[in-house]
């Protein structure tokens, strides 16, 4: 058994994890999403009740290991994308130096994540998740609205086709370095649909050795679509499988939840931080 309850079935109901919500920016924007700090209500991605500072961190995670010890996993999630903000590595030095015994996970959309995964892999990252929702720039373009690089804000296709460039790039050093990579796609009839069995083409070949498909959380620009039929996402997984396996139990987490998924979770409004 894999022992991170997002990268293993066996694992989901066992093991416990931990977001820690330090990262409130992003580097791109999505077309389906909103990010929202102060959030008590929503229990999806993209939400906390507020942000931590990395000095904060020791401090939290000794207050959550008190209260559920079945946590193994401390991971970055957002609100915005970990690898945007500084306060990540921050962070994760923090849980290197003073929790050796927990494994580190980190999520982002990878537009970053070449040029970042050298300081992931010096505070011991052992988990990675990247977003990938395209196999194509003009699938990419009507997803993600634009990307800021260094200086540049790309929009549509020219964005989207660095951004795949990027997120493969990335997949395939993490996955030499020996990190294990999984790779979550959002499901959105209409849009990217015909393209997931090349999307799980891809991160395969890159090195990803799990795909977890999510539905379609209808948000921002996306509020008026429809999420997929259950029938959709059974079709999805199975093309998708032909490439590499599917995790199945995922919980579309908030940024700053933690627990076992499986069990049932918690998260920062749960706590009188």
């Known amino acids: 058994m894999i022992r991170h309850p997002c990268f293993d079935e066996k694992a989901h109901r066992l093991v416990g994890r931990l977001h820690l919500p330090v990262a409130p920016r992003c580097n ?125 804000r790309l929009i549509g296709p020219s964005g989207a086709a660095l951004l795949l460039e990027r997120q493969l790039e990335g997949i395939a050093l993490a996955a030499e370095a ?32 799990l795909m977890n498909i999510i539905p379609l959380i209808p948000l921002g620009e996306f509020r008026r679509f429809k999420p997929p039929t259950k029938e959709e996402i059974t079709r999805a997984r199975r093309e998708a499988a032909r490439f590499m396996p599917q995790f199945l139990s995922c919980k579309r987490c908030r940024a700053d939840a933690f627990g076992v998924p499986g069990l049932g979770d918690f998260s920062l409004k749960c706590l009188a931080l």
């Open 178 to 209: 020996g990190v294990r990579v999984k790779v979550n796609t959002v499901l959105v009839p209409g849009i990217n649909d015909r393209e997931i069995a090349e999307i799980a083409r891809l991160v395969a070949r890159a090195g990803a050795s």
């Open 28 to 152: 791109i924007q999505c077309a389906y999403c909103e990010r929202k700090i102060g959030c008590v209500h929503d229990n999806r991605p993209g939400v906390s009740a507020r942000i931590i500072r990395p000095s904060e961190v020791k401090g939290y995670i000794t207050q959550i290991l008190s209260f559920e010890p079945r946590i193994e996993v401390v991971g970055v999630a957002g609100p915005g994308d970990a690898l945007a903000n500084e306060e990540t590595f921050e962070a994760l030095k923090v849980v290197k130096e003073h929790f050796p015994e927990l494994k580190i996970c980190v999520a982002t959309n990878g537009l970053a994540l070449p040029h970042k995964l050298p300081q992931l892999l010096e505070v011991g990252m052992k988990f990675l998740t990247v977003t990938v929702n395209a196999a194509t720039p003009e699938t990419g373009g009507r997803l993600v609205r634009f990307i800021k690089d260094g200086g540049q």
